[in-house]
């Protein structure tokens, strides 16, 4: 018997799904999604077995995969003592991590899976860690679905796109300014990455630790044990203020190392990249970072194109890139 | 034309217009408020080292910023000194951007200020 749709009941008809294209970045500070929803952003860190009085949203959830035991993720979880993802390579953490991003309406579809990474000869080991079948209770509500495809791509290339309408003619110069590490790439007029690489000693990190090192930073955030929680600064630097320091005072310590460290980023560029530098027509600067460090440094924007929301720039330029072909 | 600038104390030099008109469409990107510390670092950033200037030098644009300098470690802003005094002094100059490439613009600036 052949089925037709005209065979098939009414009730199949509605509940069947369609195929979801989903942009997925793994980065150790953050969980970026985007799709035909919109973009979701989860702070990577996560506390095993959380109370019952945890706070749940989706920016925040309680995940269990596959038997695991529950974890909760989430910028609210890094404020205090929580598991970091930076020791581990993304490709271990992969499939957790993008069991995190899944939402209640991917249940019962297959996903095909555009995934970002900056490192180009790990691309195919994340290809194989994400694909598979996914069995979630993420927030109470069971998930179930299938990654079927897995498209990987360099992570500069989706922030590339974002900023696309903005460049001028000829190559360009392409920041991606992350938590634990920067990349620095070449594109040239054709949109190809013909050279670049991470750089961890530009990392947002390092900023965050020199702020942690001051004086009255550490006098007013640390714990008992001598401790001041990077996360609870790293989050304190898009605010107006951090714990019991005044905010005059919060804006002034920002600005202090801020310009330090933007003194130490043109140290690198003019010392590795002299030559390059001349000869691009485009800065870009992106990820959390350029979003971080345009709000400090306006005049940054003088020179550099900062997409729209650098932070998610990267997945949904990857996102719109992959429709495109479509 | 040229243009005046005290470097220092002791110093004076002197810039070509067309020097002068890239330091000055480069002040108006990069916030620089003294022209001196801007001929400082591009001159210093090219390798033609400011100390070994003599007064009544005359810099032209070959001397800035037209080819990077062979040596391999380069100056940063941290260890460029900063002139004493800083004139210059030209009238109708129009400041443009226009043949400053971002990444020179970027490496100019000053995040003292």
């Known amino acids: 018997m052949t089925l037709t749709a005209q065979s098939i009941p009414i009730s199949t008809l509605a509940s069947a799904k369609h195929t979801r294209l989903v942009s997925f970045e ?3 500070s953050f969980l970026k999604r985007h799709d035909s929803e919109g973009s979701l952003v989860i702070a990577a860190g996560h506390r095993e077995n959380p109370s019952v009085h945890a706070h749940t949203d989706d920016e925040n959830p309680i995940v269990i995969l596959e038997g695991q035991r529950p974890r909760w993720y989430g910028a609210r979880v890094c404020q205090g003592d929580h598991v970091s993802n930076s020791h581990r390579s993304k490709i271990e953490t992969a499939r957790e991590s993008f069991a995190a991003c899944l939402r209640p309406s991917d249940d019962g579809r297959d996903l095909i899976v555009i995934a970002s990474h900056w490192d180009k000869p790990a691309l195919e080991a994340l290809k194989v860690a ?3 079948q996914y069995k979630v209770i993420r927030n109470g509500v069971k ?4 990654v079927t495809q897995v498209i990987p791509t360099m992570e500069g290339l989706g922030s590339y796109h974002s900023a696309k309408s ?3 003619d000829g190559s360009t110069l392409l920041i991606e300014l992350g938590y634990g590490t920067a990349e620095i790439w070449f594109i040239d007029e054709m949109g190809r990455i013909v050279d670049g690489a991470p750089v961890t000693r530009l990392g947002v990190i390092n900023l965050v630790k020199a702020i942690a090192d001051d004086p009255t930073v550490r006098a007013l955030t640390q714990d008992n044990s001598g401790t001041v929680n990077l996360s609870a600064i790293s989050q304190a630097l898009q605010q107006d203020t951090l714990g019991k320091i005044s905010a005059a005072n919060w804006q002034a310590i920002k600005a202090k190392y801020a310009s330090e460290f933007l003194k130490d980023f043109q140290g690198y560029l003019r010392t590795q990249h002299a030559n390059h530098l001349q000869s691009v027509s485009n800065l870009i600067l992106t990820g959390g970072g350029a979003c971080l460090l345009s709000s400090i440094q306006p005049k940054l924007s003088q020179v550099f194109i900062v997409p729209h929301q650098p932070q998610t720039a990267s997945v949904r330029g990857a996102y719109e890139r992959q429709m495109s072909n479509v | 034309m040229s243009v005046k600038c005290q470097m220092s104390k002791t110093l004076q030099i002197t810039v070509t217009d067309e020097v002068a008109q890239q330091i000055k469409a480069l002040m108006a990107i990069t916030g620089h408020e003294r022209p001196g510390a801007l001929i400082n670092l591009l001159v210093r950033r090219y390798g033609q080292d400011l ?4 007064s009544g030098d005359v810099l032209s644009a070959q001397d800035v910023r037209v080819q990077p300098s062979p040596v391999a470690s380069l100056p940063t802003q941290d260890n460029v000194p900063l002139p004493h005094e800083n004139v210059l002094s030209t009238q109708d100059i129009v400041p443009t951007s226009q ?4 990444g020179d613009a970027f490496l100019a600036m000053d995040f003292d200020n």
Do not use: H
Not at chain 2, 99 to 102: E, K, L
């Open chain 1, 130 to 132: 994400l694909q598979g």
């Open chain 1, 26 to 28: 793994n980065s150790n």
């Open chain 2, 51 to 54: 100390a070994r200037c003599m």
């Open chain 1, 143 to 146: 998930i179930q679905c299938a």
């Open chain 1, 166 to 168: 903005q460049l001028k």
């Open chain 2, 99 to 102: 043949d400053i490439s971002p």
